[in-house]
């Protein structure tokens, strides 16, 4: 039985640190029954770790991959409605990388999975970090940034590094069809393995449990998507974390 534990990564030193900044990162990890085939990163912006993220989170571990989610809320108070993204989010992610290279995880046996803005960030980390594989659901900014020093995802995608995986909703009004369509188009001229999936609907999210439709129709199209997802998440970690 695949085990989770709290842990703390250590934030690399910055030049400038302020005196009273956070030297360390709190974790949330799950580790595999037997040796570690490789390391996953979970990148959420849930300021609670749901059952379904920690479901997800235990279903990797019990492929083989060490699975790690750095509370990225963690520098800001328990009220704050601020989102995470930019230096803050990136210091985060290169310590919980860090804290996977110390437990004998490879530099390219690294993947990263990011959900909304953090899908956006997971897209961007593929673009300028040392990992094996990458995973976006329902990243935004795909025509106009997210922040001002994130770069529009059209704008970023040649410049992936590693091979990346977009889950898409076609519902959902922050990621509207059509710029996923352009996201597509750019991914596309990247000089690495890349791919598209665009659902109906938006019940295609791994971190979330299933919605019943509030007409009462059938949910099963609900779960097929929802599993598919998950199965395609899985496989492209397989394919390309080796």
């Known amino acids: 039985m695949a085990g989770i534990f709290a842990d703390s990564a250590v ?66 108070s328990a009220h704050s409605a601020a989102e995470v993204f930019g230096d803050s989010l990136f210091a985060d992610f ?10 004998g995880v490879y530099a390219d046996c690294v993947g990263v999975l990011g959900f909304d803005d953090a899908g956006t960030a997971a897209l961007l980390v593929a673009t300028n970090r040392p990992i ?33 995986l977009g889950l898409y909703g076609d519902d959902d009004p922050c990621t509207p069809p059509d710029q996923v369509e352009r996201l597509r188009e750019a991914v596309a001229r990247a000089p690495v393995a890349t791919h598209v999936v665009s659902y109906r609907g938006l019940e295609h999210r791994a971190d979330e449990p299933p919605t019943l439709p509030a007409d009462g129709d059938d949910a099963d199209p609900t779960t097929q998507a929802i599993m598919d997802a998950t199965r395609r998440i899985f496989d492209w970690f397989d394919s390309n974390l080796r």
Do not use: C, K, N, Y
Request: aromatic residues 6%; proline residues 9%; hydrophobic residues 50%.
């Open 11 to 76: 934030l690399r030193a910055v030049l400038e640190r302020p005196d009273d900044a956070p030297e360390h990162v709190p974790l949330t990890a799950v580790e595999p029954d037997g040796p570690a085939r490789g390391g996953i990163v979970v990148l959420h912006e849930s300021r609670q770790f749901t059952e379904t993220l920690l479901d997800l989170m235990r279903l990797l571990a019990g492929e083989g991959w060490l699975t790690v989610a750095p509370h990225l809320f963690h520098r800001q």
């Open 94 to 103: 290169d310590a919980t990388f860090d804290w996977l290279v110390a437990r």
């Open 132 to 164: 094996g594989a990458a995973v976006s659901v329902s990243a935004r900014g795909i025509l106009e940034p997210l922040d001002p020093e994130a770069p529009a995802l059209v704008d970023a995608a040649a410049s992936l590094q590693a091979p990346w």
